[in-house]
DNA sequence: GACTATAGCTTCAGGTATTGAACTAAGGAC
DNA sequence: GTCCTTAGTTCAATACCTGAAGCTATAGTC
């Protein structure tokens, strides 16, 4: 039931330039007789496209390569300098800012430590904002140079008019911080989920790249997922979709820190874990204590394995991704001792045919990876729409 | 990482004559004048593209509105008899061969029964081929005017070069039931699982007409689903995503006849619930059977809303959809004495943002949708394309 | 019954797109 | 220095949507 949009002839040029871009900036360096192949356009069309953004600066030569017996190809790529994207990472004890340029080269960051429990929103956006001004003169870009701020928080993100936010554990419920920062700044915002923008960052950049169906699994003291589907991250329709955590495996199970029972994450997330094997809630350096239980506690250990298998195994059956990728701090320690047990539980759990279709790997990008996701999303507006710099700068 | 194809401006007509086409279909009649508010087009693009479907016989004049103190509206709507599509049903015990016209009214239709363990392919395919013959003789419809045949069948449907059936209970192991069809019959053929194309029914004709964001429930002997993500029908990395039933709920719980245990499918499945009721596996009468169990065992009618409270619960948080319909012959019982229960449970056992933001409703269409669904498969693609008869008919 | 207002619809020039074909550019081989 | 090969550009042809102007068909009015 895809009602589409109307289209006229400027879209054709938009898609095909957004196409181009993408192409050079993952596939490139590229010649612009590469880029008839990679893209599918006529060379004519390449020729009038790549022409009108070396003059926009967008892309630049990048040197020559020299074609056995005939003129030789001169290569393009996205200039990484064109513009620069900053991203932010707000979590329970840092509000962090990165600034990157195009290539998602990091050029500065800032770190600003939270008290737990003072996530006044007020002071939470005041960091973020003096953050902005700390990476840009510290990384010497006028802001008239940055394509954008892209923002991870906890908790739901209800994109609307306005974006509100809730998240508990913050006493946010339906917190304004888009208006807020339009207050700030006149840079354009993204915001979205922590676990959302991690899960983009490993999609772009880390071990999802090329996926078109990938879930990807965040494990840390709470559990999500970022589900891609053809290649878009599934948003739902309040923009809730991922929150697997809470996907119940037993009935009256456990008791989860949400309130309910029988959440997944009370099994497989990392206070769950420590919990099953007995640790004291006392404990402060929950890695530690859960490198110690991964080494010698071999009925948690066990556990451990059934339970994700079988919560992977529901996400093999359901959503027939062609990949699935662990992170999050505890997801990648819990998956470099145990891949290959939870490898054989997952499969002994789904259905053959998709099961055998899926594979499960590690994330390659560490927990830092919020604010390079948030960033990402900037990236992904400009990558799409190429939109010229002066538009947002000067409002 | 959508890297979208190349487009030309003959895409641009291509999309707005199928968004024009659509709109025709589940919006009109509707004048010219209507037209442009609801395509976004302009009134010229409309007046010289709603002439080439005139010219070609797609859409018909449907009589004229006055409006007070002017030129009268005329009424244009898509022309049903333009073409008619056939549907198939393959299930365990028949194959049916439906024939509608363009709006979906039956024209025509013929049942063949089915010994069971008799699901021989070639067998199958005489039966199809034959239905088809018999349809369109009843129906006074000649061939050249049929726009294809879409199939529902059981198991995994693999989509590739050669369409490809996995279906355990039949036997089929990998059958190119696409190639076989062609053999025999120069119509485009569209082959889907049965579920999706019963869930691809309701979304177009029954309860989920409208939904951006749906998931279509099939509680029968066995438990499907058909999610929705943007107005399309998730297929997953290999077309096998909705296996919702062997989503495990339980670590070691009930016996599934997969060969699994505690898929939500032996819980709640009709098999499953009769089971837990210690109603003896040689009944015949199933739906009879479950009737009198919904009427009288309060213990299974508790058990089954809290299982499938949780089930859905667990669809809502992961995948965040507006609205949920349960359907099948199961379901629609259950549904019809313990909805309000359903809901409650679900929304217990989901979070609260996503929870309140999904109605659960029962679905419209009977159990004898499959055969629509498979039906607006040819449908789905004709109003998209809109490609001319003539293409197919002469191959 | 002619005239006017009004609303629906069509035609056409103008602007933007992609493309194939012809053309120019740049290097190597003999 | 001529020819071959490969890379890249220019241009006419074609297709599309749009705004503006014009045409058509009705109701109301005198």
Same mark, same amino acid.
């Given at each position: 039931?895809?009602?589409?949009?109307?289209?006229?002839?400027?879209?054709?040029?938009?898609?095909?330039?957004?196409?181009?871009?993408?192409?050079?900036?993952?596939?490139?360096?590229?010649?612009?007789?590469?880029?008839?192949?990679?893209?599918?356009?006529?060379?004519?069309?390449?020729?009038?496209?790549?022409?009108?953004?070396?003059?926009?600066?967008? =892309?630049?030569?990048?040197?020559?390569?020299?074609?056995?017996?005939?003129?030789?190809?001169? *290569?393009?790529?996205?200039?990484?300098?064109?513009?620069?994207?900053?991203?932010?990472?707000?979590?329970?004890?840092?509000?962090?800012?990165?600034?990157?340029?195009?290539?998602?080269?990091?050029?500065?960051?800032?770190?600003?430590?939270?008290?737990?429990?003072?996530?006044?929103?007020?002071?939470?956006?005041?960091? @973020?904002?003096?953050?902005?001004?700390?990476?840009?003169?510290?990384?010497?870009?006028?802001?008239?140079?940055?394509?954008?701020?892209?923002?991870?928080?906890?908790? =739901?993100?209800?994109?609307?008019?306005?974006?509100?936010?809730?998240?508990?554990?913050?006493?946010?419920?339906?917190?304004?911080?888009?208006?807020?920062?339009?207050?700030?700044?006149?840079?354009?915002?993204?915001?979205?989920?922590?676990?959302?923008t991690m899960g983009q960052a490993e999609l772009w950049f880390g071990?999802?790249?090329?996926?078109?169906?990938?879930?990807?699994?965040?494990?840390?003291?709470?559990?999500?997922?970022?589900?891609?589907?053809?290649?878009?991250?599934?948003?739902?329709?309040?923009?809730?979709?991922?929150?697997?955590?809470?996907?119940?495996?037993?009935?009256?199970?456990?008791?989860?820190?949400?309130?309910?029972?029988?959440?997944?994450?009370?099994?497989?997330?990392?206070?769950? @874990?420590?919990?099953?094997?007995?640790?004291?809630?006392?404990?402060?350096?929950?890695?530690?204590?859960?490198?110690?239980?991964?080494?010698?506690?071999?009925?948690?250990?066990?556990?451990?394995?059934?339970? *994700?298998?079988?919560?992977?195994?529901?996400? @093999?059956?359901? *959503?027939?991704?062609?990949? @699935? *990728?662990?992170?999050?701090?505890?997801?990648?320690? =819990?998956?470099?001792?145990?891949?290959?047990?939870?490898?054989?539980?997952?499969? &002994?759990?789904?259905?053959?045919?998709?099961?055998?279709?899926?594979?499960?790997?590690?994330?390659?990008l560490?927990?830092?990876a919020v604010?390079l996701g948030a960033a990402t999303?900037?990236?992904?507006?400009?990558?799409?729409?190429?939109?010229?710099?002066?538009?947002? &700068? &000067?409002?």
């Open positions: 039931m895809a009602r589409p949009e109307r289209r006229t002839v400027r879209d054709v040029r938009r898609g095909n330039r957004g196409m181009l871009l993408r192409t050079l900036y993952f596939d490139g360096p590229a010649s612009r007789h590469e880029l008839t192949g990679l893209t599918g356009l006529s060379a004519a069309t390449i020729s009038t496209m790549t022409g009108d953004l070396l003059a926009d600066n967008i =892309i630049v030569e990048a040197g020559q390569v020299d074609s056995d017996g005939g003129r030789p190809r001169v *290569l393009l790529r996205v200039n990484p300098a064109y513009g620069h994207v900053i991203g932010v990472d707000v979590a329970e004890t840092h509000v962090r800012v990165e600034l990157f340029d195009l290539e998602m080269t990091e050029k500065a960051r800032v770190d600003y430590s939270l008290r737990p429990s003072h996530h006044d929103i007020e002071l939470v956006t005041r960091r @973020i904002l003096a953050g902005i001004d700390v990476v840009l003169a510290d990384g010497q870009v006028p802001a008239d140079r940055v394509l954008g701020v892209g923002i991870g928080v906890p908790g =739901i993100v209800e994109r609307g008019a306005d974006t509100l936010i809730h998240a508990k554990t913050f006493g946010w419920d339906g917190v304004p911080l888009g208006a807020l920062m339009r207050a700030g700044t006149s840079l354009p915002v993204f915001i979205d989920n922590g676990a959302k071990a999802g790249r090329g996926a078109a169906h990938a879930v990807i699994v965040l494990i840390g003291s709470g559990v999500g997922a970022t589900v891609v589907a053809d290649g878009v991250v599934m948003r739902g329709s309040s923009n809730s979709a991922g929150e697997w955590g809470h996907t119940k495996i037993a009935l009256d199970g456990r008791q989860c820190r949400c309130g309910g029972r029988g959440c997944l994450e009370a099994y497989i997330g990392a206070e769950g @874990i420590l919990d099953r094997a007995g640790v004291p809630t006392s404990t402060t350096d929950w890695p530690a204590a859960l490198g110690r239980v991964l080494e010698s506690d071999s009925r948690v250990i066990e556990e451990t394995v059934a339970y *994700l298998g079988m919560g992977l195994a529901n996400l @093999i059956n359901l *959503l027939n991704p062609e990949r @699935i *990728l662990i992170g999050g701090w505890a997801g990648l320690m =819990i998956g470099r001792d145990l891949l290959p047990g939870i490898r054989a539980a997952a499969l &002994a759990n789904s259905l053959a045919q998709p099961g055998n279709a899926t594979s499960i790997i590690l994330g390659e560490g927990p830092d604010a999303l900037v990236l992904e507006e400009f990558l799409d729409t190429s939109a010229p710099l002066r538009l947002h &700068a &000067a409002s």
